[in-house]
Each structure stands twice: as structure tokens, then as C-alpha cells.
T-cell receptor, first 112, second 114 residues
Framework: GQNIDQPTEMTATEGAIVQINCTYQTSGFNGLFWYQQHAGEAPTFLSY????GLEEKGRFSSFLSRSKGYSYLLLKELQMKDSASYLCAVRDDNTNAGKSTFGDGTTLTVKP | DTGVSQNPRHKITKRGQNVTFRCDPISEHNRLYWYRQTLGQGPEFLTY????????KSRLLSDRFSAERPKGSFSTLEIQRTEQGDSAMYLC????????????FGSGTRLTVV
């Protein structure tokens, strides 16, 4: 089966750096995505990794190690508006459908 | 383009009734997905269309659920004989390809079955 694990909750301070980890065990791998979801809203796409290494996008970076089945999302210079749920998703199918399996999300609370 | 549009935003229905939701994807996106999300969980895959063809449907989806995408544009998701367990947020997403763009999600339809 497909299994994606991420911490349920994290708390960090405004201006700090936080790392949200994700481990996965899936029958296939065709890319890993991170999404941000504010309460009551739909997820929005943050980042994509398909090769090992770090992808940087402004204050957000995402890292992937395919051999370890591991990714992290790094958020720098935290702002209050970064308080949200962060979803790790693996595009795991080999049928070219492009569907993803999502983790249950990590709820990040940024405190002043 | 105004992104992915879903209607209605909220739906309250009595158990046993049928409901239908609509999704209008980004016009140039040929791939359309339906997901379902309950509180505290990540989105769960329901079904996928490439243009007008429904190419995959989750095994978790009972035969009370059906989806269409006539003419490869908007899509509808119908739930027949709703049950309380169907209460969830139903999310539609589209993407142009299997590249690194990720999904663009609509705002979702929140279904409450009473």
C-alpha cells in the first residue's frame, strides 16, 4: 500500500526557520509535491522534486532523497501568514494518470 | 483565466438524496481530478479524466459515485443515495501535464449529509 508520514503539528516563532519532514513508502515514484493549505481553503502548490537534492523558491526550499524515501520542506524567515497545514504528496502511479497520494498534513503554528 | 471553479461552495442534504457538484477547470488543462478531504486528513483520490475520458477511478469509490466530463471541459460528480459518511470537502483539481506544475485546486464543495 501507499504510506506517507509527516508530523501532525509543529510550532515555531516568527522570523525563525522550520523544517517539516515527510517520509514515504509507495509502490511507484514520479515526483513529490508540497502544498500549503490554510484552514477552510483549498491546497495551493508550493514545490516539486523529482530528482534528489534541494529546490529553492524564495523563502521556501524542498529537499528529496529518493533512496531514503524522505523529503523536507524548509521555511525561512517565518511570517504569521505561514500558519497553515503543509501537505506532502507523492505522485506514485505508473499508469501515467498523474494521481498523487497525500499525507495527512502538518499543522504549523507561527507564534509572535 | 480565473482558475478552477467549483459549485456549489456548500451543500446540505438529507440522507438518501442525490447531489451533483460541478467543476470548471483551467481551460487549457486537459487533466482533471476529483479528491475528497475530511477534517484532519489529506485529500483522497477519487477519479481522473484526461480530456473527456475517465481513465481511472479509485477502488474505494462505491458505485453510488459517478463522474462525467462531457466535451472535455467542465466535470460533474454525482453522489446517489447519500450517506452521512459522504460528508466531506470535495475538491477538483486540474493540471496541464505530468510535469512539475502540481495541481491547481478549486475552492471545493463542502457536503454535509444530515
Amino acid at each position: 500500500g501507499q504510506n506517507i508520514d509527516q508530523p501532525t503539528e509543529m510550532t515555531a516563532t516568527e522570523g525563525a526557520i522550520v523544517q517539516i519532514n515527510c517520509t514515504y513508502q509507495t509502490s511507484g515514484f514520479n515526483g513529490l509535491f508540497w502544498y500549503q493549505q490554510h484552514a477552510g481553503e483549498a491546497p495551493t502548490f508550493l514545490s516539486y522534486n523529482v530528482l534528489d537534492g534541494l529546490e529553492e523558491k524564495g523563502r521556501f526550499s524542498s529537499f528529496l532523497s529518493r533512496s531514503k524515501g524522505y523529503s523536507y520542506l524548509l521555511l525561512k524567515e517565518l511570517q504569521m501568514k505561514d500558519s497553515a497545514s503543509y501537505l506532502c504528496a507523492v505522485r506514485d502511479d505508473n499508469t501515467n494518470a498523474g494521481k498523487s497520494t497525500f499525507g495527512d498534513g502538518t499543522t504549523l503554528t507561527v507564534k509572535p | 483565466d480565473t482558475g478552477v471553479s467549483q459549485n456549489p461552495r456548500h451543500k446540505i442534504t438529507k440522507r438518501g438524496q442525490n447531489v451533483t457538484f460541478r467543476c470548471d477547470p483551467i481551460s487549457e488543462h486537459n487533466r482533471l481530478y476529483w479528491y475528497r478531504q475530511t477534517l484532519g486528513q489529506g485529500p483522497e483520490f477519487l477519479t481522473y479524466f484526461q480530456n473527456e475520458a475517465q481513465l481511472e477511478k479509485s477502488r474505494l469509490l462505491s458505485d453510488r459515485f459517478s463522474a462525467e466530463r462531457p466535451k472535455g471541459s467542465f466535470s460533474t460528480l454525482e453522489i446517489q443515495r447519500t450517506e452521512q459518511g459522504d460528508s466531506a470537502m470535495y475538491l477538483c483539481a486540474s493540471t496541464p501535464s505530468l510535469g512539475g506544475e502540481g495541481y491547481t485546486f478549486g475552492s471545493g464543495t463542502r457536503l454535509t449529509v444530515v
